[in-house]
């Protein structure tokens, strides 16, 4: 139905901040700024945050502690926020247990990096680390074991490349306007509830690894994000069972031939462990063959994932659009059904070849995902 409301600016904005490819966001409101919308400080931050968190963006931390000279990549969670539960040797505790506050209207939350031992804030709307804290975590439990060496088998190399190393050709100093530049590496973090009580369920031990890959390299014309959760909870009956259950979600853009999107998802994705672990107190070789299965059947189930989702574009492409040919409009018109074939064919191709080919057999190299395309 057709309308005379004026759509408000804040309306039109988050429309498009929801909709636009990852790190769109960030031209989106540095253009809200230049024209003066009607649109607050704080506001335009929350769109870019939650644009931020939709896609658990990597953020560059630069010096992130005296005795670091270099870049590395800290990962921003939605459920990877203050207050946390067990911290110890914490200076200014009180300080960390909080939010950020840059003004009297603009408060930011504080994210954690477990592995990295970190709570940092970031202005979303630059990309810019306003504030980065070290804490140590109580590792000592069976479940804080079991994290550790989860993150220890996932650790994604290039990540650490850029620590105490600011004269190599890997480090490149990032700010703000730049982020939406570089080709970002991956990350995967490992997180446990009794560092972030929120994500257990039923007051069960649990365990959530968080992966994310992705190019913003958006003068290219492509960009694209990878996500994926994986949850495991270990239940109170010894008779149960152990199940990775997870999610994953991309998000392609193609700009090359038009405004092309391939946004696909999976959630509720099972994987049974064979093996029947009864408690926490795992022993030596328990914990490995647990971590080892572990590892193997996520990185097995993701490459499906891709492998499912290429032979979906394709069939859609080969298939759905050529019985599509045969629906015309009735009229007059002439309709250049192979101009319009190849326009929506053809993009699709593209996203889905730019997935596959930073994606090999052997998950950590997804870290080849930002290279320059």
């Not at 070290?134 to 190399?157: C, G, H, M, V, W």
């Not at 492509?222 to 270990?234: L, N, P, Q, R, T």
Request: net charge negative.
């Amino acid at each position: 139905m057709y309308t005379k409301d004026k759509i408000s600016d804040l309306d039109l904005v988050r429309n498009l901040v929801e909709n636009i490819a990852p790190g769109s966001a960030f031209s989106v409101v540095s253009h809200c700024v230049d024209l003066n919308a009607n649109i607050s400080t704080a506001q335009l931050e929350s769109l870019v945050q939650e644009h931020i968190e939709k896609y658990s963006f990597l953020v560059p931390l630069v010096n992130f502690t005296t005795e670091s000279q270099g870049l590395i990549w800290g990962l921003v969670w939605k459920d990877a926020k203050f207050p946390l539960t067990k911290l110890v040797s914490i200076p200014n505790t009180s300080s960390l247990l909080s939010n950020y506050n840059m003004s009297d209207n603009l408060t930011l939350p504080k994210y954690i990096d477990p592995t990295l031992g970190i709570a940092f804030t970031i202005q979303p709307s630059v990309m810019g680390v306003v504030d980065i804290e070290k804490f140590e975590i109580e590792q000592t439990s069976n479940l804080a074991k079991i994290r550790i060496t989860l993150d220890s088998k996932f650790e994604d190399p290039v990540v650490w490349n850029f620590i105490n190393n600011p004269g190599s050709d890997n480090y490149i100093p990032l700010t703000g306007e730049d982020y939406c530049k570089f080709n970002v590496p991956a990350r995967t973090v490992v997180f446990d509830s009794e560092v972030l009580p929120r994500i257990s369920k039923d007051n069960l031990q649990t365990l959530v690894i968080v992966r994310s890959a992705m190019n913003l390299k958006l003068s290219s014309l492509k960009s694209g994000s990878w996500h994926s959760e994986w949850v495991i909870s270990f239940p109170s009956d010894e008779s149960q069972g152990l199940n990775w259950i997870g999610k994953i979600f991309i998000h392609s853009f193609c700009g090359e031939q038009g405004n092309s999107h391939l946004v696909y998802s999976r959630e509720n994705i099972y994987i049974k462990l064979e093996q029947n672990f009864k408690k926490l107190n795992f022993s030596d070789e328990d914990l490995k063959n647990f971590v080892e299965e572990s590892v193997s059947k996520i990185n097995e189930a993701e490459n499906n994932f891709h492998i499912s989702l290429k032979l979906e574009v394709n069939k859609f492409r080969d298939e759905s659009l050529t019985k599509l040919r045969r629906i015309i409009p009735v009229n007059k018109v002439p309709f250049d059904w192979t101009k319009f074939y190849a326009s929506i064919k053809d993009p699709l191709s593209d996203n889905v070849e730019y997935l596959e080919k930073y994606y090999t057999d052997d998950i950590i190299d997804r870290t080849k995902l930002g290279n320059t395309v």
